[in-house]
């Protein structure tokens, strides 16, 4: 019999240090590595309590993806439209052997139908594919868009730019220049090489949204020279696209108006050809909330040097038929801007308003009953006279240059002219008649 084996020795308690009260056990000295701050051979402090007894642990369970977000790789995007072309080539040229190689068999070929299907489903997705990469790559290049290894990509914003790389690209940009005022200068150039085209400008306001865009003009009213560059190509573009948009998009644009809103509504149509509907209807939106007090959402203080009635104004001065919409279908119209709502830099651009109203359209067809443009231009002319008279009287400054009140005057010359004679005709008549 073997002799017992004896129990391990004990491992010794750690002594204790010098300044240790009795009975308790030391504890081992760490030996962290010297730094600036801690000579050698000092202990490491203990970590600072953050006073929860029982503080929480980090979750080990990752995050649930975002099944909505959507990005595209370029250069994997072409690697896997490569690889479905070469699938695609295999399937259309193996799955009539292979059905061939069954039928001598005589076997049951109905389970190849899968792969005819297959290969149709990716004839069919392909273009898709390399239209979405296209898109991308037009941000991330031509556009000027910071570039990334997956770029995110927006389902919606792409089927509301009608599948369009450019205007889907355009459209990305601008509502970042929504959002933090910046442009890229790459962006404002390829803008200006479209704006002329109703078709991009169309599907660049719808895919933008009215809101959007009224957000990115209003960027543009205190920028530096690359924004006032966007400002004008974007009013242009909204000029070649304002006979195509609906009524609830210029309802969106012009209603909801935030106190410096009508700036941007202004900036909008400085620039460009626009429709005489969309114009008046956006110059009565700027008017009407000009005459809003503060308290119901106007403005608190106008700057006279960027006033948005001057922008209003030279905007209907190029447009005769919305201008003379503009004042005789608001009676107050006239009267306001020649005696009541002065404009520091704005005479001639009222004047020019005021004289596209009443000296463009000169035909003598209508009458009160039923005014033809010509009518209403007499009209509005033997109105401006008489504004012009009281304000004499009162001894206050023309809100509009001598030169357009004397163009007036000149255009309705012929007119006097021809009421006096038949006047004086007309009497004469009476007299022989009641001779």
């Not at 595209?72 to 070469?86: G, K, N, W, Y």
């Not at 369009?164 to 933090?180: C, N, R």
């Amino acid at each position: 019999m073997s002799p017992p084996v004896p129990d391990p020795s004990p491992t010794p308690p750690p002594l204790a240090k010098s300044d240790q009260p009795p009975g308790d056990l030391a504890e081992p000295t760490p030996t962290p590595l010297p730094t600036s701050d801690r000579p050698p051979g000092q202990p490491t402090p203990p970590p600072a309590k953050t006073g929860d007894p029982d503080p929480a642990k980090p979750s080990l369970t990752p995050k649930p993806p975002n099944w909505n977000y959507s990005g595209i790789t370029p250069s994997e995007m072409d690697h896997f439209e490569r690889d479905l072309a070469r699938l695609e080539t295999a399937l259309g040229v193996h799955e009539p052997r292979i059905r061939q190689a069954l039928t001598q068999l005589q076997l049951d070929t109905s389970a190849l139908t899968a792969l005819r299907e297959m290969g149709n489903w990716i004839s069919s997705k392909r273009p898709e594919l390399r239209q979405r990469n296209e898109t991308i790559q037009s941000l991330t290049t031509t556009w000027g868009a910071d570039a990334a290894d997956m770029v995110p990509f927006d389902e919606a914003l792409y089927n509301r730019a009608s599948s369009s790389p450019d205007v889907y690209a355009a459209a990305t940009q601008l509502a970042e220049t929504a959002k933090t005022g910046k442009v890229d200068e790459k962006t404002v150039a390829e803008l200006e090489k479209h704006i002329s085209d109703p078709a991009f400008a169309t599907m660049l306001m719808n895919a933008l949204g009215a809101t959007t865009f009224r957000n990115v003009m209003a960027k543009t009213v205190k920028g530096n020279k690359t924004l006032i560059r966007l400002q004008t190509a974007l009013s242009k573009a909204l000029g070649t696209a304002s006979s195509r948009l609906d009524a609830d998009w210029r309802k969106e644009f012009t209603t909801g108006l935030r106190p410096q809103d009508h700036q941007a509504l202004a900036k909008a149509i400085k620039h460009g050809s626009f429709d005489s509907s969309f114009l008046l209807q956006v110059a009565k939106a700027i008017d009407a909330h000009d005459r809003k007090l503060p308290a119901q959402g106007g403005i608190a203080l106008r700057d006279p040097h960027d006033d948005p009635i001057v922008d209003m104004m030279m905007a209907l001065g190029h447009n005769p038929a919305a201008a003379q919409d503009f004042f005789a279908q608001d009676p107050t119209a006239l009267r306001r801007y020649l005696l009541e709502r002065p404009t520091v830099d704005g005479k001639k651009a009222v004047g020019s308003a005021i004289e596209a109203a009443t000296t463009i359209f000169r035909d003598r067809d209508g009458t009160a009953e039923h005014p033809s443009r010509g009518f209403l231009s007499a009209r509005l002319a033997s109105e401006f006279v008489g504004l012009q008279a009281e304000r004499a009287l009162k001894g206050a400054k023309s809100a509009v240059p001598a030169s357009t009140t004397a163009l007036i005057l000149s255009a309705y010359i012929p007119d006097v002219a021809y009421a006096a004679s038949h006047s004086v005709a007309s009497e004469m008549q009476c007299k022989r008649e009641r001779a």
